[in-house]
């Protein structure tokens, strides 16, 4: 079953404005992981945010963590149109000694140049 | 080189055919992994490896046999699939960790398979 949920779906904003992404999980984490995936390709690593981390800073990328809500969010500042992709966060739990990532359901970001 | 290399690209077969999907990294790491990903879904986990062995396999039809030969090198070998195992089949890997907190996955550009 999936771990993460994510909000929204879709997002369609201007260039130049900041992009919002929500995700909830459910169970206890490790750390929590957001990618970006173009067209149906490979998935790239953006950033990683420990459980004992309440936020994190990338370039243009914040990410918070809300352990006890069980959230995280993903910030893109000045949004450029090379940022359009789908964006998943990614669960780590501990499974006996490997960690498995399971991933949200995504948001579909557009950036209207 | 940070780069996980998957071929091929596009693989069209027939429900009776046998082929293999091939995902190779040179990063030294020690844990390799399949997902299956359909479209506009997340990636799904399908199998780990952890030192060339099998540590996770998601409860995946037998119709998909996952084979690691060495440090580098992942296989996927596919027979007898069904249609609805079309989908997008992505290898990752990353330094596995023990009692610690995991690395980033690094993943390949994925092959996308068509079940006729």
């Known amino acids: 079953s999936q771990q993460g949920e994510e909000d929204p779906q879709a997002l369609s904003i201007q260039e130049g404005e900041n992009a919002t992404m929500n995700c909830s999980y459910k169970?206890?984490?490790?750390?929590l992981q957001w990618y970006r995936q173009n067209s149906g390709r490979g998935l790239v690593h953006l950033i990683l945010?420990?459980?004992?981390?309440r936020e994190k800073h990338s370039g243009r990328l914040r990410v918070t963590l809300d352990t006890s809500k069980k959230s995280s969010s993903l910030l893109i500042t000045a949004s450029r149109a090379a940022d359009t992709a789908s964006y998943f966060c990614?669960?780590?739990?501990?499974?006996?000694?490997?960690?498995?990532?399971?991933f949200g359901t995504g948001t579909r970001l557009t950036i209207i140049p | 080189d940070t780069e996980v290399t998957q071929t091929p690209k596009h693989l069209v077969m027939g429900m009776t055919n046998k082929k293999s999907l091939k995902c190779e990294q040179h990063?030294?790491?020690?844990?390799m992994y399949w997902y299956k990903q359909k479209a506009k879904k997340p990636p799904e986990l399908m199998f780990v490896?952890?030192?060339?062995?099998?540590?996770i396999n998601e409860s995946v039809p037998s119709r998909f046999s996952p084979e690691c030969p060495n440090s580098s090198l992942l296989n996927l070998h596919l027979h007898a699939l069904q249609p609805e195992d079309s989908a997008l089949y992505l290898c990752?890997?990353?330094?596995?960790?023990?009692?610690?907190?995991?690395?980033?996955?690094?993943f390949g550009p994925g092959t996308r398979l068509t079940v006729l």
């Open positions: 990752a890997s990353s330094q596995p960790q023990v009692l610690a907190l995991r690395d980033t996955q690094y």
């Open positions: 169970t206890s984490i490790n750390n």
């Open positions: 945010i420990r459980s004992n981390e």
């Open positions: 990614a669960t780590a739990i501990s499974n006996f000694g490997n960690e498995k990532l399971t």
């Open positions: 990063m030294g790491h020690r844990a």
């Open positions: 490896y952890s030192y060339e062995k099998l540590s």
